[in-house]
């Protein structure tokens, strides 16, 4: 039983049209869903990955309008890291991130840089035999677009604290200095550990709720009961519609999700026009007259 890497990563803003702007149209991301935050209906939860909507590629947004800027600290997620095939892709996206304003750093095979509301992303030039998790965009060769995720780096006091759940409940494998790598058949992905800033972390605008680990359907109950052994609690499986959860804390206190690959994002609305209306599962479908009205309207980055 492994976990097949990063099924998503669930992050904050208070801009969902900058947001859309942002992820969908500069990044080349394609909007697969928008929806509500099923704890929360009165907000979006909008979802961008690849043009299946592929786990992997999933990076996912909350809107809190009025909420306060966030600050990554012991225990967040604060830099997620995405693939791309070469250099020249790495070429590309300077010049491209450049010509919108936003400032990069540019490492040997890496450009990193921040989204508008301060969340740290990196793109990385990595060789893999994952498939690529490719979104269509009139303006990014197929070749330059983002591929899926790489990993995650978190931030914690104790790196030790986290190591034996890591390896001997979730089948992490260490790899480096406060690093870990953990691949399933089809995909991997990895998880590193920085040593924590001397200031608290808050949670909010531009920082990361939550990181996603993806579970065979068949085995995740399974992964429910191992985690519960070990004594990290568990939520229970919570049906989330287009895939099945459950959270808990890993020790360094980094929230953790592991999500059933599939359903997936086509179970409500056709392939074809993914994200482009209001998707509510049908536990929330009666709520649809009420909240519709609270969210903010959003452009059709593909109209």
Known sequence: MKLEGIHHVTCITADAPGNVEFYARLLGLRLVKKSVNQDDPTVYHLFYADEGGSAGADITFFEYPHARGGRAGAGMVHRVVWRVSSSHAI???????????????????????????????????????????????????????????????????????????????????????????????????????????????????????????????????AWQQAVARAGARPTPIIDRFYFKSIYFREPSGVLFEIATIGPGFATDEPFESLGQRLSLPPDFEHLRAQVEPLLTPLPNPRG
């Open 91 to 221: 070429d590309f996206w300077e010049r491209r991130l450049g010509d919108a304003g936003v400032t990069t750093a540019r490492t040997d095979g890496q450009l990193l840089f921040s989204d508008p509301e301060g969340l740290d992303l990196e793109f990385a030039v990595v060789e893999t035999t994952d498939a690529p998790l490719v979104a269509g965009h009139p303006d990014i060769p197929e070749d330059l677009a983002l591929q899926g995720f790489d990993g995650v780096r978190a931030y914690t006091a104790d790196p030790e604290h986290s190591r034996l759940l890591l390896e001997e409940t979730l089948g992490f494998e260490h790899h480096a200095t406060s690093c870990y790598k953990v691949r399933g058949e089809r995909r991997g992905s990895w998880y590193c550990f920085d040593d924590a800033p001397a200031e608290p972390g808050i949670g909010g605008v531009g920082t990361v709720h939550h990181v996603a680990w993806s579970s065979l359907p068949d085995d995740h109950e």
